[in-house]
């Protein structure tokens, strides 16, 4: 066992690191926490952006009734994020992604902190707030902070509006993403589940879908959630402190 004074490492999860060539890292807004992103649920907060709560100004609703709204929103939430920056877990997931031949990173989060910290190939669950998706055609197209188009924007190849490429609530996942996912969690020798609560489905599944595969489940979330009794391990506390123990 291998303890840091705070968290414990088990031998057996050494060894599995050491000689596992497929795995999967599901992470949540927990592991964007110490970059300074605020979680959903972990503070206890109910974020309200001018009078509306959160879940709805981020609605399907929402974009029907009042799409400019909807962007005056995550054009705030996006030059907020330009600011920070990724913290150590981000840094060594990036670095897992060169140490496995089949290493995949899904993830929750919609704040493009693993792209920025080198990660390629990131299933996003939740789309990404740096993309922007035509209603229309659904054409994609980048993002930036200080973004001056209209809102909303509207898409040059058929003219109807554009909207952030991000799930909302109300809606499916993107077409594929989950499906992708599913069938990485299927094979992987090793799944860490980081920084979520893991009550969101079907993000949660994909654990499960590990597990049941014959997979080593670890944990790492300084709190308890549903999926910690079914987890080999569970390692309590904060991700950008324990991620980097790995590969030292
Ligand atoms: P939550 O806010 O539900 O959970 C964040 C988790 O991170 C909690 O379990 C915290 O204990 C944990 N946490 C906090 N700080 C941490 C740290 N430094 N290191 C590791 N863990 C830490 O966020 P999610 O599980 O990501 O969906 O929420 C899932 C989905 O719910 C989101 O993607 C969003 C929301 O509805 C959509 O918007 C579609």
Redo the contacts with the bound molecule.
Sequence with gaps: MQTSGVFEISKELRERFALSSSVLVLT????S??SGVP????GGQTAIWKGMPFDVI?SARMVERDLPAVWEWFDYRRNLLEKLSPNPAHDAMARWQARFSDFTLVT??IDGLHQRAGSRDVLEL?GSIWRARCNGCGSLTELHSQDNDERPPVCFECGNSKRPDV?LFGEMLPAGVFERAVERATRCELCFV???????YP?AALPEIARSSGAYLVE????R?PLSSICDEVIQG???EILPFFDQ
């Excluded at 790492?220 to 709190?223: A, F, G, L």
Aim: neutral net charge.
């Design positions: 949540g807004a927990g592991v926490a110490e979680t959903f649920r972990g981020s929750q989060n939740h799930v980081v920084g979520t609560s893991a009550i969101v993000a790492v979330n300084p709190e959630t904060k991700a950008g």
